[in-house]
Protein backbone atom coordinates (compact mmCIF):
# COMPACT_ATOMS: atom_id res chain seq x y z
CA UNK A 1 0.00 0.00 0.00
CA UNK A 2 1.02 3.50 -0.56
CA UNK A 3 1.37 5.96 1.83
CA UNK A 4 2.40 10.11 1.16
CA UNK A 5 3.07 12.14 4.34
CA UNK A 6 3.48 15.91 3.64
CA UNK A 7 5.22 17.96 6.24
CA UNK A 8 7.00 21.31 6.58
CA UNK A 9 3.90 23.35 6.11
CA UNK A 10 3.50 26.62 8.61
CA UNK A 11 2.79 30.30 9.03
CA UNK A 12 5.45 32.52 7.16
CA UNK A 13 5.27 36.00 6.54
CA UNK A 14 5.43 37.36 2.81
CA UNK A 15 8.48 36.82 0.85
CA UNK A 16 9.52 34.18 3.01
CA UNK A 17 10.32 30.77 2.23
CA UNK A 18 9.29 27.26 3.17
CA UNK A 19 10.73 23.74 2.35
CA UNK A 20 8.18 21.10 1.79
CA UNK A 21 8.46 17.36 2.54
CA UNK A 22 7.02 13.99 0.84
CA UNK A 23 7.78 11.27 2.48
CA UNK A 24 6.73 7.68 0.72
CA UNK A 25 6.26 4.19 1.96
CA UNK A 26 5.28 1.03 -0.67
CA UNK A 27 6.81 2.50 -3.61
CA UNK A 28 9.83 3.81 -4.79
CA UNK A 29 9.33 7.25 -6.04
CA UNK A 30 12.38 7.50 -8.36
CA UNK A 31 10.46 5.03 -10.62
CA UNK A 32 7.15 7.28 -11.24
CA UNK A 33 5.85 10.80 -11.73
CA UNK A 34 5.67 13.10 -8.74
CA UNK A 35 3.31 16.16 -8.66
CA UNK A 36 2.23 19.17 -5.63
CA UNK A 37 -1.37 20.64 -5.60
CA UNK A 38 -2.98 23.27 -3.32
CA UNK A 39 -6.28 23.51 -2.33
CA UNK A 40 -7.28 27.13 -1.06
CA UNK A 41 -10.45 27.80 0.91
CA UNK A 42 -13.25 27.51 -1.68
CA UNK A 43 -10.93 26.93 -4.32
CA UNK A 44 -10.85 23.79 -6.71
CA UNK A 45 -7.35 22.08 -6.10
CA UNK A 46 -4.82 23.47 -8.56
CA UNK A 47 -1.93 22.23 -9.71
CA UNK A 48 1.85 23.39 -8.67
CA UNK A 49 4.78 21.78 -10.55
CA UNK A 50 5.47 18.21 -11.38
CA UNK A 51 8.77 15.77 -11.77
CA UNK A 52 8.46 13.11 -14.37
CA UNK A 53 9.33 9.87 -13.28
CA UNK A 54 13.22 9.44 -13.10
CA UNK A 55 13.42 13.30 -12.34
CA UNK A 56 14.10 13.68 -16.15
CA UNK A 57 11.91 16.48 -16.20
CA UNK A 58 9.90 19.28 -14.16
CA UNK A 59 7.13 21.63 -14.87
CA UNK A 60 5.87 24.36 -12.84
CA UNK A 61 2.52 26.47 -12.84
CA UNK A 62 2.86 30.00 -14.28
CA UNK A 63 2.05 30.55 -10.90
CA UNK A 64 5.16 29.53 -9.14
CA UNK A 65 7.47 29.54 -11.42
CA UNK A 66 10.93 30.96 -10.83
CA UNK A 67 9.84 30.84 -7.33
CA UNK A 68 9.02 26.97 -6.29
CA UNK A 69 11.50 24.34 -7.09
CA UNK A 70 10.72 20.63 -6.88
CA UNK A 71 13.59 18.14 -5.73
CA UNK A 72 14.27 14.41 -4.85
CA UNK A 73 15.93 12.61 -2.67
CA UNK A 74 15.91 8.89 -4.12
CA UNK A 75 17.75 7.91 -0.90
CA UNK A 76 15.22 8.88 1.04
CA UNK A 77 12.08 8.56 -1.04
CA UNK A 78 10.93 11.66 -0.29
CA UNK A 79 10.30 14.53 -2.73
CA UNK A 80 10.41 18.05 -1.58
CA UNK A 81 8.78 21.29 -2.64
CA UNK A 82 11.16 24.43 -2.12
CA UNK A 83 9.02 27.64 -2.04
CA UNK A 84 10.29 30.96 -1.66
CA UNK A 85 9.07 34.60 -1.96
CA UNK A 86 6.26 33.20 -0.30
CA UNK A 87 3.24 35.40 -1.33
CA UNK A 88 -0.59 35.64 0.63
CA UNK A 89 -2.19 34.25 -2.51
CA UNK A 90 -0.06 30.85 -1.89
CA UNK A 91 -2.02 30.37 1.53
CA UNK A 92 -3.29 26.66 0.74
CA UNK A 93 -3.53 23.32 1.90
CA UNK A 94 -0.35 21.79 -0.39
CA UNK A 95 -0.71 17.73 -1.41
CA UNK A 96 1.89 15.47 -2.83
CA UNK A 97 0.72 13.09 -5.15
CA UNK A 98 2.34 10.36 -7.32
CA UNK A 99 1.11 8.06 -10.36
CA UNK A 100 2.77 6.02 -12.98
CA UNK A 101 3.28 7.25 -16.22
CA UNK A 102 4.49 10.89 -17.59
CA UNK A 103 2.00 13.62 -19.10
CA UNK A 104 -0.96 15.56 -18.48
CA UNK A 105 0.18 16.38 -15.31
CA UNK A 106 -2.25 19.38 -14.33
CA UNK A 107 -5.49 16.98 -13.84
CA UNK A 108 -5.55 16.38 -10.53
CA UNK A 109 -7.66 13.05 -11.70
CA UNK A 110 -5.13 11.14 -12.92
CA UNK A 111 -3.20 10.86 -9.91
CA UNK A 112 -3.23 7.92 -8.41
CA UNK A 113 -2.04 8.17 -4.37
CA UNK A 114 -2.16 11.21 -2.52
CA UNK A 115 -0.58 12.56 0.92
CA UNK A 116 -3.33 14.34 3.66
CA UNK A 117 -2.07 17.38 2.77
CA UNK A 118 -0.18 20.14 5.08
CA UNK A 119 -1.15 23.52 5.84
CA UNK A 120 0.73 26.94 4.40
CA UNK A 121 -0.10 30.26 5.71
CA UNK A 122 1.37 33.46 4.02
CA UNK A 123 0.43 36.45 6.05
CA UNK A 124 0.78 40.16 4.44
Known amino acids: QVQLVESGGGLVQAGGSLKLSCAASGRTLSSYAMGWFRQAPGKEREFVGA????????YYADSVKGRFTISRDNAKNTVYLQMNSLKPEDTAVYYC?????????????????WGQGTQVTVSS
Open 51 to 58: NSWGGRLT
Open 97 to 113: ATKIGDGNYYDPTVWDY
